[in-house]
């Protein structure tokens, strides 16, 4: 049987959370929607409390998970917690529908995903407000990309991949002094293989964009009845009925810089802003997270070598791997010791196998 709690401490945490994006929310709108977002899923606590025949009193504390998040948003921008409470709304919305359930109550607006309950109060605000929602939704697409997210699965990838090669070298060598040379090799060329991949990825995709967007300028300028005709397509599409979609259409081509944002957001679905990133920052911030992985399995052959080394190489990529695995958690919410042993497992068959193959072939080779 599920335990309640759990639910409890979920919901107990989004309110912790909300509370605190409201309170560093310059904008006095959004503010507004953080703050009803925490007094909703502090009532969804309470009802699991009832449903469970629990006192108010055994309300729980946030926890070490919701206070980990408030230091990071504290160090990298309170985005970061926005992005993982919306993680969560699948199954925050679930825990509610099963509390309103056992009380055999009507379900509410309330109990649906978040991203429902923000556009129900959102609708709701003073129209002068539009600015602000604009922001908020701005903030809440870029979030997809969780750049933390990336940094944890970045050290992830290269502690397991070095892991794995350091200890093939190990099993072949017995320890010695060449599996520090190979452990800086494949660091270093998995590091330069992520940051190139990286940069490659970002760049060709600004190139792709761009040069969509320039096209798109040329068809404005060459050809502004054809384009004016597809935007009125498009606005029919929608829904708007025709007679208005075409007088839209009219109003937007009539100011050709304007009519440019409009159609690559319509017609190409491109979001300019997603274009400023910069491809060296990207490579760089992946071929650093990627080298942090990686020198955790080497640390212990710059003082030693053999047997003690394999042992201690070991005990330092089972440790990494742990905290990689609790890290995650962040994002997941799972228990923290399961994550990390099945982190810890994982690592450790893959570089068990490939010590396997390097004793083998030491073998052979002797």
Same mark, same amino acid.
């Given at each position: ?125 003073? @129209?002068? /407000?539009?600015?602000? #929602? +604009?922001?908020? =939704?701005?903030? $809440? ?6 750049? %933390? ?97 075409? @007088?839209? /259409?009219?109003?937007? #081509? +009539?100011?050709? =810089?304007?009519? $440019? ?6 017609? %190409? ?98």
């Amino acid at each position: 049987m599920k335990d309640p709690m759990k639910n409890i401490q979920t919901e107990i945490d989004a309110s912790y959370l909300y509370s605190i994006l409201a309170r560093n929310e310059d904008d006095k709108v959004i503010a507004s929607v953080f703050e009803q977002m925490s007094e909703i899923e502090k009532s969804h606590a309470v009802a699991f409390l009832k449903s469970n025949n629990i006192p108010e009193s055994g309300l729980p504390q946030p926890s070490w998970r919701a206070r980990t998040l408030h230091t990071i948003g504290k160090i990298f921008g309170y985005d970061y917690i926005l992005g993982v409470l919306l993680d969560t709304e699948k199954s925050l919305a679930n825990s509610a529908l099963t509390a309103r359930l056992k009380m055999d109550s009507k379900v509410s607006l309330s109990d649906t995903a978040h991203v429902k309950i923000l556009q129900n109060i959102l609708k709701n605000q003073d @129209r002068n /407000a539009q600015t602000s #929602i +604009a922001r908020f =939704e701005k903030s $809440h697409r870029s979030i997809g990309g969780n750049a %933390l997210r990336a940094a944890v699965l970045g050290g992830n990838d290269g502690l397991i991949s070095n892991f794995s090669l350091v200890m093939g070298i190990a099993g072949a060598t017995g320890g010695k002094q060449e599996v520090l040379i190979a452990g800086l090799a494949g660091l270093m060329a998995g590091a330069l293989s992520m940051a190139m991949g990286e940069w490659i990825s970002v760049k060709s995709s600004q190139e792709l964009y761009e040069n969509q967007m320039e096209l798109e300028m040329e068809e404005l300028e060459h050809n502004p009845e054809g384009e004016e005709k597809e935007l009125a397509l498009i606005y029919i599409t929608k829904g708007i009925p025709e007679e208005q979609a075409r @007088r839209m /259409a009219a109003e937007v #081509i +009539a100011d050709k =810089e304007h009519a $440019h944002e409009i159609l690559i957001k319509e017609e %190409l679905g491109i979001n300019p802003e997603e274009l400023k990133g910069s491809p060296m920052e990207a490579a760089f911030f992946s071929f650093v997270m990627f080298a942090i992985g990686a020198i955790i399995p080497v640390i212990p052959y710059f003082f030693m070598t053999g047997s003690i080394a394999i042992l201690t190489s070991c005990i330092f990529s089972a440790l990494g791997l742990f905290l990689i695995g609790a890290s995650i958690t962040l994002f997941t919410g799972k228990n923290v010791w399961y994550s990390g042993f099945r982190q810890i497992l994982f690592g450790l068959v893959a570089a068990g196998i490939t010590y396997g193959i390097g004793s083998m072939v030491g073998a052979n080779l002797i």
